[in-house]
């Protein structure tokens, strides 16, 4: 397997939050395995794309491959899947030749290093933050104070935001969304840190308050226009939050594109 990019650019990059870079930078990628070619993109999210292949090498038990992203329209059509003997690149009705897993590795860690190395001569070290190293989970840690649990959210809704264990020094939250038909995207590392800046300045009557480091935070739509007005109240407090609440507003404009739910699932 092979994954190969070109005209790497990011002409609409307008910040340096995850969501700017998943979404803008790109480059035409072309998907091919033993000289045969899988898929072919244009204007691809290829930092995503390394982002998700990282993620899915530091699962304990390897899971089937899919890439659903804050760019596409639903989920990626090529996909790498366990068939009997190894594993599979697929797209449709196209498939490569079973390989072993070590094999896949290989051609995804010469990918992600690959563009890293030009995304940082191109941007910026500021960007390696978006790459983690090979077979290590994509992680943020920190410490928060636990408040009393409240479940918020309407379930019959579509968006949602999970907040799961970051390591020992305390609780991690980690942020997703959902479409109508709950299919998740993870909002990136950047997000969660922003929401956990955010929230510490939540007044007892906002909703953001009601977030639970223990449990599970559904919102919905309507519950999100709601505190985007709360946004503006930190801001007031908090003028040094912009950059997170801008990065979060972003978020929820995706959220609201899709009609669907922020889901919290906290430690």
Request: glycine fraction near 8%; charged fraction near 25%.
């Amino acid at each position: 397997m092979r994954l190969e990019y070109s005209a790497l650019g990011a002409p609409d990059l307008r910040g340096r939050t995850e969501a700017e870079v998943f979404v803008h930078v790109e480059a035409d990628l072309v998907v091919s395995d033993g000289g045969e070619e899988i898929c072919t993109e244009g204007a691809f999210p290829v930092v995503e794309l390394a982002a998700a292949l990282r993620e899915w090498q530091a699962q304990d038990e390897r899971r089937d491959f899919e890439f659903p992203s804050l760019s596409l329209d639903g989920r990626w059509e090529v996909r790498i899947v366990r068939v009997s003997g190894g594993w599979q690149v697929v797209a449709e009705a196209v498939r490569g030749a079973v390989r072993p897993l070590a094999e896949i590795d290989a051609a995804v860690d010469e990918f992600v290093e690959t563009l890293r190395a030009d995304c940082t001569r191109q941007f910026g070290s500021w960007i390696d933050q978006y790459f983690p190293p090979g077979a290590t989970p994509m992680r943020v840690s920190g410490i928060v104070e636990p408040r009393d649990p409240v479940v918020s959210g309407d379930p019959t809704t579509p968006f949602s935001v999970a907040w799961p264990r970051v390591g020992a020094a305390g609780m991690g939250l980690d942020v997703y969304r959902e479409n109508q038909v709950h299919d998740r995207v993870h909002a990136g590392r950047e997000a969660n840190l922003s929401l956990t800046r955010v929230l510490a300045e939540a007044q007892p009557a906002d909703l953001l308050h009601g977030v639970d480091y223990h449990g599970d935070t559904m919102f919905n739509v309507g519950q999100l226009r709601k505190i985007d007005q709360e946004f503006d109240a930190i801001l007031a407090r908090r003028p040094e939050l912009a950059s997170d609440v801008a990065a979060l507003r972003t978020l929820f404009e995706l959220v609201v594109r899709d009609r669907g739910y922020l889901w919290i699932a906290g430690d």
